[in-house]
């Protein structure tokens, strides 16, 4: 056996994994071997010393007050994810309130709306409703920076009502998990809307910053898949 | 262990809120100590603990059990430390500028300040790891994981997650090996 075959054994040997065959061959080498014996040595006090590299203890009350915070954070959740109508209604007014250039937009939008649909042929407008997004969504990221994407459903596919169908930068995505897998592993949000500037994502529920656990094996394959093909679109 | 997580599931999905209280406690330590290894930030580990649990809350009626309470725990956990280094966290660069605290001499022998400085080598040495070496090493040593189970969190093959470990070692040697020669 050669030393360049034994390296890569040694941490096996420490952690007790070798199968027995090549355990006894390993162990004759290191009989005959002073370097690689040294080798073992050192991989045997490096693990040894990173097994004991302790992470400091919390300040006392630092649980209590870990829960505590917890809990408050789901309670504000749930409470953000019902609003109720007089609250949202507040929250309009207080937000445009300070808007008066949006309120003005909006005053002539509805000005112009107003001549398109009552007085046809004076302007005519068309409307390509195929390219238009239905709607934008802010999806806030972990760093709390927000971005808007686009939703949109696909042409093909608009009115399908079952097995829903996503796009992320062009790519046809099956699985509401498997969208939110590929935006997190392009490490969430942000960076998705850094690297590939505008994400088109074809159903309005998508809450990419949702855990991805609930991955199963098949999803997971789909999902390395679907990153190695974006990955190579993008070089 | 298994078996008492599914009941505690079980109980928070028909309603009782105590459940996941005891969850939390339950795991608590576990998940604060593998974020922090990974992000090596007290404030950053905290972060990430509380959105972990956050994302387990939001998703555990979802949770199909195929793995150990664990292994999802775990992989969500990881996740998270990984966006957080990808983005650039507070330990990462304080890698850069970070000086040790000057040492008093008075309190403690050589040996005492040697193995101190060894284990600040450590540290600095672990900070420099790429996080998914970073990961494998730290679910393996401190958290006793089989490779299978490594790979299975990280989204890679077992092969994969080896090399991972196998590497974040050699890694480490060698940037303490530079150390010895230079203290």
Redo the contacts between chains.
């Keep these: 056996m050669r030393c360049d075959d034994v390296e ?1 054994k040694l ?1 096996e040997l420490i952690e007790g994994e070798l199968p027995a065959a090549q355990r006894s061959e390993v162990l004759a080498h290191l009989d005959d071997c002073a370097a690689c014996t040294a080798e073992f040595s ?2 045997h006090d ?2 040894t ?3 004991v ?1 302790s ?2 203890e ?1 300040s006392p009350g ?2 209590e007050e ?2 505590l ?3 408050q ?2 309670g504000q ?1 749930a409470a953000r994810r019902k609003p109720t109508p007089a609250a949202w209604l507040t929250g309009v007014g207080s937000w445009l309130t300070f808007r008066p250039r949006l309120i003005a937009g909006l005053a002539v939008a509805a000005v112009s709306m107003f001549i398109v649909v009552r007085l046809p042929g004076v302007l005519p407008v068309r409307v390509n409703r195929q390219a238009a997004p239905v709607s934008t969504e802010r999806l806030v990221g ?2 709390g920076a927000a971005h808007t994407v686009a939703v949109i459903p696909r042409s093909d596919r608009r009115n399908q009502q079952s097995g829903e169908t996503f796009m992320v930068a062009g790519e046809v995505v099956e699985e509401p998990s498997i969208l939110m897998a590929v935006i ?1 592993r392009l ?2 949000v ?2 998705l809307a850094d690297r590939l500037e505008t994400a088109w994502v074809l159903r309005p529920e998508a809450d990419p910053v ?7 094996e098949e999803e ?1 394959q789909v ?2 898949d679907h990153l190695s093909h974006l990955r190579m679109s993008e070089s | 262990m298994r078996e008492a997580d599914f009941e505690l599931i079980d109980r928070f999905l028909q309603g009782d809120g105590t459940a996941f209280d005891e969850l939390v406690r339950k795991r608590q330590r576990e998940v604060y100590n593998l974020a922090y290894r990974m992000t090596r930030n007290a404030e950053d580990a905290r972060d990430v603990s509380q959105e972990a649990f956050l994302q387990v809350y939001r998703n555990l009626s979802r949770f199909d059990r195929r793995s150990s309470l664990s292994t999802w725990l775990y992989r969500i956990v990881v996740n998270l430390c990984l966006n957080h280094l990808n983005r650039g966290s507070r330990a990462l660069y304080a890698t850069v500028d970070q000086h040790p605290d000057p040492v008093d001499l008075s309190k403690g022998s050589l040996a005492r300040l040697e193995e101190s400085e060894q284990a600040d080598a450590l540290t600095r040495a672990i900070e420099t790891l790429p996080p998914q070496q970073r990961a494998s090493l730290t679910l393996r040593v401190h958290h006793h994981l089989a490779h299978r189970e490594i790979a299975d969190i990280l989204g890679v093959s077992e092969a994969t997650a080896k090399v991972h470990y196998f590497h974040a070692v050699q890694a480490l040697r060698r940037k303490l090996a530079h150390w010895r020669e230079g203290t």
């Design positions: 890569f941490l050192a991989y490096l693990l010393l990173v097994q590299d992470v400091p919390p630092f649980w870990f829960l915070s917890l809990k954070r789901i959740e972990q760093n997190q490490g969430g942000d960076e949702d855990s991805l656990a609930s991955l199963n997971r999902l390395l």
